[in-house]
Each structure stands twice: as C-alpha cells, then as structure tokens.
C-alpha cells in the first residue's frame, strides 16, 4: 500500500449562499437551481449554513450555505486502485445544532475544475449522494466540529465506497461538497428564528489546507517478494531467491528463479 495527500486546488474552493426570499419555503431554499452569492475569503465562520429569519413585519424567510472543493486528481499514479481515503477541513466557528456531511458535486468549477466556483454549482451539490458516513456537529453526540488552524481543529471524513468507487473510475479531479446533514440532507425545516453554522478555513497555502488522502495499490504484480513490495518495485527481471514471502505467508521450501513483468 502506498498514501498520496493532494491539496485542494487553491483558487477551486468557497461557499455559495441561497438567499430566500419570503416567499419561497425551505424546500424551495434547498432545491433551488442557482444560489445568491459566493465567497472565496479564507475565513468563513457560517460557511455551511441553515437559518430561518422572520422579520418585524412577521415574514418567515430561509437560508441555506454550501462549501465545496476541487482536488486535481493527476498525481496519482496512473493504475493505481484507491482501497481508502479522508477529507480533511480546518473549523473556524459553530453555532446551533448543526451536522456536517460529505457529498458528491459533479459539475462544480465546471470542467475538469476549470472554472472558478458560480453561484450556478449550488445545486452541483448532489446533497442525497453522501461521499462519507460520518456526520460532524453539535447535534452529534460525540463527534464535535473540531476548531482551530492546527491539528486539534481539524475535521476528518472517511470516504465511503461511493467516493472510492469514483475516484477509480479515473477521473482527473473530484469536487467535494460539505453541507448541513441536519437540515440540507436531510430536508429538515430549521426552527423558526434560529442561525445553524459551521465555519470552515479556506486555506490557500501552508499545512492546513483543505486535503484528502488517498491509500493506493499500484498496478502489477500483488505479492511481496523476499521483502520487495509493489511499492518499492514495479517490475522484476530474473530474480533468483531462496524463499517466496507470498500474500498469506507461504513460503516455498525449495529455490527458484523467476521472471516477473
């Protein structure tokens, strides 16, 4: 096995707000095509979001956040079988009873990541298709959203099959979408007058960037030899050996020569 970490692409991450006006319900907020606005700044302290707001007059309006992420994929060793892997995130605030979970959102930052993110990707967050089982927040007994610009503030979510299944179809990059699992996900109304967040650091250089790590298998031979994996030798010529290590810890008792490409 072998680990590979890649950075978010730098200028291929932010938040887009869905402002509803007092007429559209909180399904409307959630399902709509098009968000309101963007923000890329590096800290954003109600980056992912669920607000209900009533007004003087009485009016009851909703807002919903998403934060989404591009990783350029192209580092990764061609032929290589992702069997694992994690998004990381750095927490900058909270309030409520917010959750956070992992999504798919194919189509954001257009093609290949090659457009900067519009508030047209809000719905580019395939909010149903979780990318992780985990869930982190307030209402998560146990499993807090960790804040701060160091280790103790990160937030890690472990890919699940459908996130792995993706990245082995070979794609060249994947973008990511970390949304509310309390109310966005799981199409929940906010209570009335109450502000759910979770702030995320949008970090453009140095060790807390948003990441994901990958656990790979290169292509080629499986098996280790003599104590030569995969990893340290992609191709043999004609080794002559006195023991076989083969996966399951057989050894042969007999020298042999062999070839392997």
């Known amino acids: 096995m072998a680990e590979i970490t890649i ?82 995130v750095n927490g900058v605030n909270q309030s409520g009873t917010n959750a956070v979970t992992l999504t798919e959102a194919p189509g954001a930052f257009g093609t290949n990541g090659g457009s900067a993110l519009a508030t047209g990707d809000y719905d580019n967050a395939f909010v149903e298709d979780q990318f992780s089982d985990d869930t982190r927040g307030n209402d998560v007994a146990g499993v807090p959203w960790n804040l701060g610009t160091g280790n103790s503030g990160e937030n890690d979510f472990q890919f699940n099959s459908s996130a792995i299944n993706k990245i082995n179809t070979g794609i060249s990059g994947i973008a990511l979408a970390l949304v509310s699992y309390t109310y966005d996900y799981s199409e929940s109304e906010p209570d009335t007058n109450t502000f759910n967040y979770n702030g995320v650091y949008f970090y453009t250089s140095g060790s807390f960037m948003p990441k994901i790590q990958l656990v790979y298998t290169e292509s080629g031979y499986g098996n280790t030899i003599n104590g030569i994996t995969p990893e340290t030798a992609s191709s043999f010529d004609v080794w002559q050996v006195n023991a076989i290590n083969l996966q399951g810890n057989e050894t042969p008792q007999a020298s042999a020569v062999i070839g392997i490409e």
């Open 7 to 88: 950075n978010v692409t730098s200028n291929r991450q932010g938040t887009i707000l869905k402002q509803g006006g007092a007429a559209e319900d909180w399904d409307d907020v959630i399902n709509a095509s098009s968000g309101t606005s963007v923000t890329t700044s590096v800290t954003q302290t109600v980056a992912i979001r669920a607000q209900s707001f009533v007004d003087r007059g009485g009016s009851e309006s909703f807002s919903c956040g998403r934060s989404f992420f591009y990783f350029d994929l192209s580092t990764l060793p061609s032929g290589a079988t992702v069997t694992a892997g994690t998004f990381t």
